[in-house]
């Protein structure tokens, strides 16, 4: 008798070397799914998030989902993909419970939670994978702790440039709203008055939004990697081997229009 089944994958972007790939999840998955006769009628991924509950939404549709789905199990590729902590794991596996489904893991033993040996056997299997996940991070941390002395860039993003492999390159339409918020501050326009006029011209922030916060362009216009190539890691203050945004400031002869409402354009 086929048995019915939803499949859920997990990967997160910073560590998907140590992960695998969502498609190498869902063929193992699938491969575990034929050779056990399980029937997957659904899944769920989240591709580049973490093992935390929050922002994930695959997983929140699954579970809001599960009352409707007729299925008797939930398939992952490995128990860590649900989550590396231990009290999340507990946690969604007595959710998964009360709407009656039983997960399984492709890589993994029967996960039963009826049995208290299986129960014990994994809930270890959360306790390495906790302690694995602290090293990933702690290996992590020292990588960018390396390339921040060694004048690269720590990670993530930041208005103005692109991040590729830890070094920044210059975004030109954003450097151009970079140039745009240090002359009207060099003329004295309030970060207020920026915010709206960037909200006006309709500029993108980082996010892709274009609703500009006061405290963005402080964040912004204080930033001393786009004046001094000086980046801040921990508290220490490093010299960046990234390029500049083109110089602003300078202009000697600039004027601006600074009565209401602004007129500089991009």
Known sequence: MVKKAIAYYRV???LQKEEKTINVQKMKVREFALKNNYSIIEEFSDDGFSGGLENRPGLKDMVNKLPLIESDYIIIYKLDRLARDLYIQEGLIKEFNKANKILISALEPDLDNSDPF????RQMLGVFSEFEKAMIALRLEGGREKKVKEGGWHGGKIYGYNNKDGKLIINKEEAKVINLIFRLKYNNVSYKN???HL???KKTTKRGNTNWQVSTIKKIYTNPIYKKGII?????KYKSQHPKIPSFYKEKNMEIKTSSPIREKI
Not at 118 to 121: C, D, H, I, N, P
Not at 232 to 236: A, D, I, S, V
């Open 118 to 121: 299986r129960k014990a056997f």
């Open 199 to 201: 909200t006006d011209l």
């Open 12 to 14: 997160s972007t910073d």
């Open 232 to 236: 801040f890691y921990k508290g220490e």
């Open 194 to 196: 920026i915010a709206k």
